[in-house]
């Protein structure tokens, strides 16, 4: 962005470098003309009618073309130096030597007017913040359930995704999905269309009696202000989004909140969620904190620390993944941070018992996660076996496992157990989707040469009959080839 930006000044400093040579030369030839005027006169008298006309024009038109230059050249200048201050102010720099007169918007600079207005205690450049700081009180709640357990929460959620909504999903699904929140705060969501993958985001937040924020991406966005806004220096209002309101919101809640980013790879997803993925990687919550302004008014809503939000410890964000194309491939920094839910299949309609929605808080939700990372901690027996693969497909693949996918695996397979699932197949799931998956960026005739003897080694350590999911991702990967 910032690379185009000042390609497009670049090219007008060269335009009005090239019209200022051009009134150089007119102004000289005009100098010319008058300073031998006798000669001209000697020059008409012995020339045609059309010789004359074209001097005569020449001596008129020559004035008026400088003056329209000069013109256009301010003009030029004025526009640059607008739109050099927007993207300045738009990206957090405010070093700008440029001449007041220059800025000057009706009667007054931009420069006053911005000092003007920061110590105007009657002027808000957040409304729709303030409003929400006016219902700060309204957002603190004491109906939640907290008399539940983990594995009842994910029952209750398919059945009333299927019976008050008309979604159904397999239990697995269900499963994966829980598990997923409760390791990253990313989720993920992959497969065909049609699958159901923004209406599970969608049920959940129903489900939990707090509406999904969905959020289209666009093909153009860039960075964190098409997410959440930005200040504009000619309204002197914040462009407040849906999503600035709502992580503004959460910070005065303990519901869950479900941030949907619809179609997130239709842009670059490393671009403009890039700090969101940083400072979800910070361990401690009241660090996260993401620059919304860079300075500090008088009137700014009470829950912005000197300019900066903090970024919600309820809020989790669910996107939505199509791989065709249209869409850009998500990277590896993005898939080694989230959790990855692949709705590959539809699920048979049915009837599952009556259930209601149940509203749970964000601290409950954590709760039970905690609860089944400790009461269903990964066997030793199956720490051996993730070791002994580990070295197989280093050795073999030059994959590895890494520091923070072992963590997310010893915090998903507890929680999956938790929400009814067993442990194998709590490691069938995640194996497939984060280890399995980096064979696609490898050598393709090496991995196919390499694959029976992965599917052997997955037989020898877990059972021919268990790991169906990775023997099957490893049986497309060679058919792909």
């Given at each position: 962005?910032?690379s185009?930006?000042?390609k497009k000044i670049?090219?007008?400093?060269v335009?009005?470098?090239?019209?200022?040579?051009?009134?150089?030369?007119a102004?000289?030839?005009?100098?010319?003309?008058?300073a031998?005027?006798e000669?001209?006169?000697?020059y008409i008298e012995?020339?045609n009618?059309?010789d004359?006309v074209y001097?005569?024009?020449?001596?008129?038109?020559?004035?008026i073309?400088?003056l329209v230059t000069v013109?256009?050249?301010?003009k030029?200048?004025r526009?640059?130096?607008?739109?050099l201050y927007r993207?300045?102010?738009?990206?957090g720099?405010y070093?700008?030597?440029l001449?007041?007169?220059?800025?000057?918007e009706?009667?007054?600079?931009?420069?006053?007017?911005?000092?003007?207005?920061?110590?105007?205690?009657?002027i808000?450049r957040?409304?729709?913040?303030?409003?929400?700081?006016?219902?700060?009180?309204?957002?603190?709640?004491?109906?939640?359930?907290?008399?539940i357990t983990?594995?009842m929460f994910?029952d209750?959620?398919r059945?009333?995704?299927?019976?008050?909504l008309?979604?159904?999903y397999?239990a697995?699904?269900?499963?994966?999905f829980?598990?997923?929140?409760g390791?990253?705060?990313?989720?993920?969501?992959?497969?065909m269309s049609g699958?159901?993958?923004?209406?599970l985001?969608?049920a959940?937040?129903?489900?939990?009696?707090?509406p999904?924020?969905v959020?289209?991406?666009q093909?153009?966005?860039k960075e964190?202000?098409?997410?959440i806004?930005?200040?504009?220096?000619?309204?002197k209002h914040?462009?407040?989004t849906?999503?600035?309101?709502?992580?503004?919101?959460?910070?005065y809640?303990?519901?869950?909140y479900?941030?949907v980013?619809?179609?997130m790879?239709?842009a670059?997803?490393?671009?403009?969620?890039a700090?969101?993925l940083?400072?979800l990687?910070?361990p401690r919550?009241?660090?996260?904190?993401?620059?919304?302004?860079?300075d500090?008014?008088?009137t700014?809503?009470?829950s912005l620390k000197?300019?900066q939000?903090?970024?919600?410890?309820?809020?989790?964000?669910?996107?939505?993944a199509?791989?065709?194309?249209?869409?850009?491939a998500?990277?590896?920094?993005?898939?080694?941070r989230a959790?990855?839910l692949?709705?590959?299949?539809?699920?048979?309609?049915?009837?599952?018992?009556n259930?209601?929605n149940?509203?749970?808080?964000a601290?409950d939700?954590?709760?039970?996660?905690l609860?089944?990372?400790?009461?269903?901690?990964l066997?030793?027996?199956n720490?051996?076996?993730l070791?002994?693969?580990?070295n197989?497909?280093?050795?073999h693949?030059q994959?590895?496992f890494?520091?923070?996918?072992m963590?997310?695996i010893?915090?998903?397979?507890?929680?999956?157990?938790?929400?009814g699932?067993e442990?194998l197949?709590?490691l069938?799931d995640?194996?497939?989707?984060k280890i399995?998956?980096k064979l696609?960026?490898?050598?393709?005739?090496y991995?196919?040469n390499g694959?029976?003897?992965?599917v052997?080694?997955?037989?020898?350590?877990?059972g021919?009959?268990?790991?169906?999911?990775?023997?099957?991702?490893?049986h497309?990967i060679?058919n792909?080839?």
């Amino acid at each position: 962005m910032k690379s185009s930006n000042n390609k497009k000044i670049t090219l007008t400093n060269v335009m009005i470098v090239a019209a200022i040579i051009v009134v150089i030369v007119a102004f000289i030839l005009e100098l010319v003309i008058v300073a031998n005027i006798e000669e001209f006169k000697k020059y008409i008298e012995e020339q045609n009618v059309i010789d004359f006309v074209y001097l005569i024009a020449l001596l008129i038109g020559t004035p008026i073309v400088l003056l329209v230059t000069v013109i256009v050249i301010f003009k030029r200048i004025r526009e640059n130096a607008r739109a050099l201050y927007r993207y300045q102010r738009h990206h957090g720099s405010y070093q700008l030597s440029l001449p007041n007169e220059l800025l000057v918007e009706g009667t007054g600079s931009i420069g006053s007017s911005k000092a003007s207005d920061k110590n105007n205690k009657n002027i808000s450049r957040f409304s729709i913040l303030k409003q929400i700081d006016k219902k700060r009180e309204t957002y603190s709640k004491d109906d939640y359930i907290n008399n539940i357990t983990l594995e009842m929460f994910c029952d209750d959620f398919r059945n009333y995704s299927a019976n008050e909504l008309g979604l159904y999903y397999r239990a697995e699904d269900i499963r994966s999905f829980i598990a997923g929140l409760g390791v990253s705060h990313i989720l993920i969501l992959q497969g065909m269309s049609g699958t159901g993958k923004t209406s599970l985001a969608y049920a959940f937040g129903r489900f939990v009696e707090n509406p999904s924020t969905v959020i289209p991406i666009q093909p153009m966005w860039k960075e964190r202000t098409d997410l959440i806004g930005y200040y504009n220096e000619f309204t002197k209002h914040f462009n407040e989004t849906a999503l600035l309101k709502k992580m503004y919101e959460a910070n005065y809640s303990e519901d869950i909140y479900i941030t949907v980013l619809d179609e997130m790879n239709i842009a670059r997803v490393e671009y403009y969620f890039a700090e969101f993925l940083s400072l979800l990687e910070l361990p401690r919550a009241d660090e996260r904190y993401m620059e919304v302004v860079s300075d500090k008014w008088a009137t700014d809503p009470a829950s912005l620390k000197d300019g900066q939000i903090q970024l919600p410890t309820n809020m989790w964000f669910i996107g939505t993944a199509n791989n065709d194309d249209s869409t850009f491939a998500i990277s590896d920094k993005v898939y080694d941070r989230a959790m990855i839910l692949n709705l590959d299949n539809k699920c048979e309609p049915f009837r599952g018992r009556n259930s209601s929605n149940l509203h749970l808080s964000a601290k409950d939700f954590d709760r039970l996660i905690l609860n089944a990372q400790q009461e269903n901690a990964l066997t030793e027996r199956n720490k051996e076996k993730l070791k002994e693969l580990d070295n197989y497909l280093t050795k073999h693949f030059q994959v590895t496992f890494g520091n923070r996918i072992m963590m997310q695996i010893n915090k998903y397979v507890p929680i999956y157990i938790g929400c009814g699932g067993e442990e194998l197949d709590a490691l069938d799931d995640i194996l497939s989707k984060k280890i399995l998956r980096k064979l696609e960026m490898k050598n393709p005739i090496y991995v196919k040469n390499g694959a029976d003897g992965l599917v052997d080694k997955l037989n020898e350590l877990f059972g021919e009959e268990a790991m169906p999911r990775c023997k099957q991702y490893i049986h497309n990967i060679v058919n792909n080839i």
